[in-house]
């Protein structure tokens, strides 16, 4: 049986959200989250950081209700700067001003696709997120290989760049907030980086948990 992975959804409309649980029902669990007066964007990345969704879809038009301080691109550009190519979608029915807001026009979508083009739209929501897990798990299994390399044998000069640059990439993908300090990945940090990169991989394999 096909994986039915939980996706979190943002609005501030009650309607919208129970229209959009309705049309992913039966592909996704979806998780919502509560925006009032002390919603801020710390607060709101931290409940979809701690909800373990494995994609998130994000109404653009947010500001319309008062107390809402933020529109759908800057949750983008929050999730972004945090989490390193997380599969994200922006949901509008003001597309054209939604295009002009973000940088990447691939994640922008018409609410209209909740109609006729429902299975295409729920598709590409999966493919978003095979495809980042695929890349997560192909990088986590060669930094492990280059770790057990490193403990039993040393390695090249490349190959300790390539354990950096996959390190660097998980944790991006982790979040940044855990950012190893650059000088241990200097000649003579290995060992620690070594260390770190065990923790790495218990923390990647309690998130693919939570999102199994």
């Given at each position: 049986m096909r994986e039915k992975f939980r996706i979190g959804y943002i609005d501030d409309d009650p309607a919208e959200i129970r229209r959009f649980k309705r049309f992913a029902r039966n592909d996704f669990d979806v998780v919502t989250y509560e925006l009032n007066e002390n919603t801020t964007l710390e607060s709101l990345f931290r409940e979809v950081l701690e909800s373990g969704v494995s994609a998130l879809v994000?109404?653009?038009d947010l500001k319309d209700k008062e107390f809402v301080r933020f529109n759908g691109e800057e949750i983008v550009d929050k999730i972004n700067e945090e989490l390193h190519n997380f599969p994200l979608i922006i949901f509008t029915a003001y597309e054209d001003e939604a295009l002009d807001a973000v940088e990447d026009p691939n994640i922008v979508y018409e609410k209209?696709?909740?109609g006729d083009e429902k299975q295409t739209?729920?598709?590409r929501i999966?493919?978003?997120i095979d495809s980042y897990r695929k890349n997560l798990d192909e990088s986590?299994?060669?930094?492990?290989?280059?770790?057990e390399k490193s403990d039993r044998e040393g390695l090249s000069a490349w190959e300790e760049d390539r354990m950096i640059e996959l390190d660097n990439f998980l944790e991006k993908s982790v979040s940044k907030r855990d950012k190893i300090p650059s000088a241990w990945k200097r000649p003579g940090g290995l060992e620690k980086l070594n260390e770190l990169v065990r923790k790495?991989?218990?923390l990647l394999r309690e998130i693919k948990k939570e999102n199994a």
């Open positions: 994000i109404d653009y209209e696709g909740m739209l729920l598709k999966r493919i978003k986590e299994e060669e930094l492990l290989k280059l770790t790495t991989d218990e």
